[in-house]
């Protein structure tokens, strides 16, 4: 089953091994490929249909921790490196009350991304609630550094959000430079190569998969052929990303780029009952370069000179 046309959002970020460096992420994806296994709200059902045009005029998501009301509080900031730790946080109101109800998103209640400031250790997993609305996810082992914790989350009866909060991975930590830009990466015997420009504001983007030289259709992964984060380099802006619907096998999603410079996108989809994660770099050209065309000079009549 393919992805209905343009469902609501939540953005993109993927991991693998790209100019030639490895990424956590093509081993710590998505850990679920399932339904969510929490009792829900009745009637809590992510929303479907095409993107309201101001979505573009919004500022990106997850660069702050507290927005419209709404408060991430990590009772844990900092994890050990190496090895698989405990991450607990609650969502809390304007009042300081936890959150406990919340929509459907993509299947999910909650969608927890992790993210390095070097934009290539990266892990997207699905916390577990408690009935005191402390959420709880064991993180994969992750390298030392300073690290982002996006939560994605539709408090129910209201918008859809993104909160953002530092994490520390205590320990030593290596120089990681942020890959080259590339259009195919491989992880786990998979090429993955990517489809269309990223321009400022909206872009359509495809991506192809396949293994042994054969076109492989991916299995449908919360809710859409495959899923994708976008992440701005510097400030690790999260920015709005829809999966679209297409035809054949490749998966395609409509991005939008708020600004030039460096982005990192994350991919993650599911073939064979395992989800991996497959990331690309991908420069974004200031939109005076884009719109820019040599013209002819031109005499004071209007007709262009000739040589």
Same mark, same amino acid.
């Given at each position: 089953?393919?992805?209905? !046309?343009?469902?609501? $959002?939540? &953005?993109?970020?993927?991991?693998?091994?790209? =100019? /030639?460096? +490895? #990424?956590?992420? *093509?081993?710590?994806?998505?850990?679920?490929?399932?339904?969510?296994?929490?009792?829900?709200?009745?009637?809590?059902?992510? !929303?479907?249909?095409? $993107?309201? &045009?101001?979505?573009?005029?919004?500022?990106? =998501? /997850?660069? +702050? #921790?507290?927005? *419209?009301?709404?408060?991430?509080?990590?009772?844990?900031?900092?994890?050990?490196?190496?090895?698989?730790?405990?991450?607990?946080?609650?969502?809390?109101?304007?009042?300081?009350?936890?959150?406990?109800?919340?929509?459907?998103?993509?299947?999910?209640?909650?969608?927890?991304?992790?993210?390095?400031?070097?934009?290539?250790?990266?892990?997207?997993?699905?916390?577990?609630?408690?009935?005191?609305?402390?959420?709880?996810?064991?993180?994969?082992?992750?390298?030392?550094?300073?690290?982002?914790?996006?939560?994605?989350?539709?408090?129910?009866?209201?918008?859809?959000?993104?909160?953002?909060?530092?994490?520390?991975?205590?320990?030593?930590?290596?120089?990681?430079?942020?890959?080259?830009?590339?259009?195919?990466?491989?992880?786990?015997?998979?090429?993955?190569?990517?489809?269309?420009?990223?321009?400022?504001?909206?872009?359509?983007?495809?991506?192809?998969?396949?293994?042994?030289?054969?076109?492989?259709?991916?299995?449908?992964?919360?809710?859409?052929?495959?899923?994708?984060?976008?992440?701005?380099?510097?400030?690790?802006?999260?920015?709005?990303?829809?999966?679209?619907?297409?035809?054949?096998?490749?998966?395609?999603?409509?991005?939008?780029?708020?600004?030039?410079?460096?982005?990192?996108?994350?991919?993650?989809?599911?073939?064979?009952?395992?989800?991996?994660?497959?990331?690309?770099?991908?420069?974004?050209?200031?939109?005076?370069?884009?719109?820019?065309?040599?013209?002819?000079?031109?005499?004071?009549?209007?007709?262009?000179?000739?040589?």
């Amino acid at each position: 089953m393919r992805a209905p !046309a343009k469902v609501a $959002a939540f &953005a993109a970020v993927l991991a693998i091994v790209t =100019g /030639g460096g +490895a #990424v956590v992420g *093509a081993a710590a994806g998505p850990i679920d490929v399932g339904d969510d296994d929490h009792d829900v709200h009745p009637g809590a059902e992510a !929303a479907a249909g095409p $993107a309201d &045009a101001s979505e573009a005029e919004e500022p990106p =998501g /997850g660069l +702050a #921790v507290a927005q *419209a009301g709404y408060r991430l509080d990590a009772v844990i900031a900092a994890v050990p490196a190496g090895e698989s730790a405990q991450f607990r946080f609650r969502v809390l109101d304007e009042g300081g009350v936890p959150v406990t109800r919340f929509d459907l998103e993509h299947e999910k209640r909650l969608h927890l991304v992790v993210v390095g400031r070097t934009l290539v250790d990266y892990a997207h997993v699905h916390p577990s609630m408690a009935a005191d609305g402390e959420w709880t996810i064991e993180l994969p082992a992750l390298p030392a550094g300073s690290y982002r914790a996006f939560a994605d989350f539709r408090p129910t009866g209201d918008e859809a959000m993104t909160l953002g909060v530092d994490l520390s991975v205590t320990g030593p930590t290596l120089a990681v430079e942020v890959p080259a830009p590339s259009r195919r990466v491989s992880v786990d015997g998979y090429e993955v190569t990517l489809d269309g420009d990223a321009q400022p504001g909206e872009s359509e983007l495809g991506f192809a998969v396949s293994r042994a030289g054969e076109s492989v259709r991916t299995d449908p992964y919360l809710g859409a052929a495959g899923h994708l984060v976008a992440i701005r380099d510097g400030d690790l802006a999260y920015l709005h990303v829809h999966p679209l619907d297409s035809d054949g096998d490749e998966v395609r999603f409509a991005a939008e780029f708020p600004s030039a410079g460096t982005y990192r996108l994350f991919l993650d989809f599911a073939h064979s009952g395992e989800v991996r994660t497959a990331a690309f770099t991908v420069e974004v050209p200031d939109q005076a370069v884009v719109n820019h065309e040599p013209t002819s000079p031109q005499t004071p009549d209007g007709e262009h000179e000739s040589h």
